[in-house]
């Protein structure tokens, strides 16, 4: 059995024209995998952009991925972007709550589930407090 037979939160998503592929990420341990899905592929067809599908699709499966509590990983790629560069791309995914890993030798940007970003807030207005 694959990890994508076993796990949730795998596969293509649409939401108008726009459309993303979750994937195990591949670059990690298999045995880390199941925890944390690579958003591949993700595009708004040309003549749709700022529309809303994209921030709607990101939005549907950050969703996911907190229900599941799934970490996202993504490869920030501009160049699949004409009308984004890679910061303006990148500024777009922290609106979702992605933060930078790595800057080189390509960028790569991380989304917590909210679960997780709750319960590191919460330690660290602890460790504040009693400081």
Not at 30 to 36: D, M, N, P, S, Y
Not at 37 to 54: A, M, N, P, T, W
Not at 86 to 93: E, G, S
């Amino acid at each position: 059995m694959n990890i994508e037979e076993r796990t949730p939160l795998m596969g293509p998503r649409t939401l108008g024209k726009a459309r993303l592929v979750l994937a195990p990420c591949d670059f990690v341990k298999l045995e880390l995998q199941q925890g944390i899905r690579q958003i591949k592929d993700f595009l708004v067809e040309h003549s749709k952009r700022r529309q809303g599908y994209g921030t709607k699709l990101m939005q549907r499966v950050c969703t996911e991925a907190d229900g599941a509590c799934i970490v996202l990983l993504i490869h920030v790629e501009g160049f699949k972007n004409p009308t984004m560069d890679d910061d303006q791309l990148a500024a777009w995914y922290a609106r979702f709550g992605f933060r930078t890993i790595q800057e080189e030798p390509a960028r790569l940007m991380v989304r917590m589930p909210r679960i997780v970003e709750q319960a590191i807030a919460q330690a660290e207005r602890r460790m504040v407090a009693h400081g």
